[in-house]
């Protein structure tokens, strides 16, 4: 499975979009890129997932370059709530495809 | 649906002792696995399985079995826990795109 990379810290004003960066250089084709959140001391929430086109859900967008080696996961108006760890990770999308987290990005979103 | 869950929340172990940590999900899903989280840190897989009678180890099995009997149940087994096994502890499970996670076992070993 492909490693991910993401700056380890964030701040993003309240109401402003939220932009958060991954780099997946070694991705292979039949790898997804996913989103997770954890907040506190909670299990990690799925956000999002996508293959080579740009996705969006209620809860996020997310945006991945032409050559797949890296994408941004968008919060378009980000809440003091979305303050958590994020987590990009990269997987085969099969029943076999182990997920493995990196240490993510913890974003504060301030007043 | 009571999601996955896991037994006991909270425990504290005396460096040596053994004990099994239970995870359970009532969703029918094929793909289970274990995670560490320490402090500050992200989540380290333990080992994983793919279904009933199948499993395979992630990126820090040392110290730690698993087994898997059913597809609603995947303990994990601490047969002489150390010190170092002092962490947060969280079981998933998923199905084709979106993992479940519980709330989590804080274990200590003294």
């Known amino acids: 499975d492909a490693k991910t990379t993401q700056p380890p810290s964030m701040d993003c004003a309240e109401g402003r979009a939220a932009n958060l960066p991954c780099n997946h250089s070694t991705i292979s084709g039949n790898e997804y890129v996913y989103w997770y959140r954890q907040i506190h001391s909670q299990g990690p929430q799925y956000i999002i997932h996508g293959l080579k086109n740009n996705e969006t859900n209620e809860m996020a967008s997310l945006i991945i370059t032409e050559d797949r080696k890296s994408s941004t996961l968008i919060l378009p108006h980000a809440t003091l709530r979305d303050t958590a760890v994020y987590y990009c990770?990269?997987?085969?999308?099969?029943?076999?495809?182990?997920?493995?987290f990196g240490d993510g990005t913890t974003l504060t979103v301030k007043p | 649906n009571a999601g996955v869950t896991q037994t006991p929340k909270f425990q504290v172990l005396k460096t040596g002792q053994s004990m099994t940590l239970q995870c359970a999900q009532d969703m029918n899903h094929e793909y289970m696995s274990w995670y560490r989280q320490d402090p500050g840190m992200g989540l380290r897989l333990i080992h994983y399985s793919v279904g009933a009678g199948i499993t395979d180890q992630g990126e820090v099995p040392n110290g730690y079995n698993v087994s898997r009997s059913t597809t609603e149940d995947f303990p994990l087994r601490l047969l002489s826990a150390a010190p170092s096994q002092t962490s947060v502890y969280f079981c998933a499970s998923r199905k084709a795109n979106e993992q479940f996670f519980g709330p989590g076992t804080r274990l200590t070993v003294l």
């Open positions: 990770i990269v997987r085969r999308n099969t029943n076999a495809g182990k997920s493995t």
